[in-house]
């Protein structure tokens, strides 16, 4: 019994899903790259911060020996809260509303905003302060 070779009809179905499946991943690439611009954007809009510079603050002051912060190589802390998602959350420390005034005004002078706090006062200003803010509202 010798091999059956396999139809041109057969390799032109291979080829088109192939090229399908490449198609996709492309499409979803560009989707998630523009996605992630908009919430650079939106973030950069809302808290009058810049996420490069907010980026850059996190890493000098390294806030993630203490948090986990998405995209900031080694910030795996687990002494302060998951950084995941804040821009989803309802809440920051636990009681404030979420908004970009907010969590300035948190980054700046957390011991003020809540006493005792596990948060210390980092000496943050407030042009740095909009930054880290931009850049934690961008991960979302």
């Given amino acids: 019994m010798g091999k059956r070779p396999i ?51 996190i890493e000098r002051r390294v806030c993630g020996s203490c948090h986990i912060i998405p995209g900031i190589d080694g910030a795996l802390g687990r002494v302060g809260p998951d950084l995941t998602h804040v821009g989803q959350r309802a809440a920051l ?16 002078h957390p011991q003020k905003l809540r006493p005792g706090s596990g948060m210390p006062d980092q000496g943050i200003d407030v042009r740095e302060a909009r930054d880290v803010a931009a850049y934690l509202y961008a991960q979302n």
């Fill in 7 to 57: 139809p041109a009809s057969l390799w032109w179905l291979i080829l088109l899903i192939s090229l399908c499946v490449a198609l996709s991943f492309v499409a979803g690439a560009a989707i998630y790259a523009q996605t992630q611009r908009q919430h650079r954007v939106r973030a950069a809009m809302i808290t009058g911060g810049n996420v490069d510079r907010g980026r850059t603050a």
């Fill in 93 to 108: 420390a636990g009681s404030l509303g979420n908004d970009p005034s907010n969590l300035t005004a948190w980054i700046m």
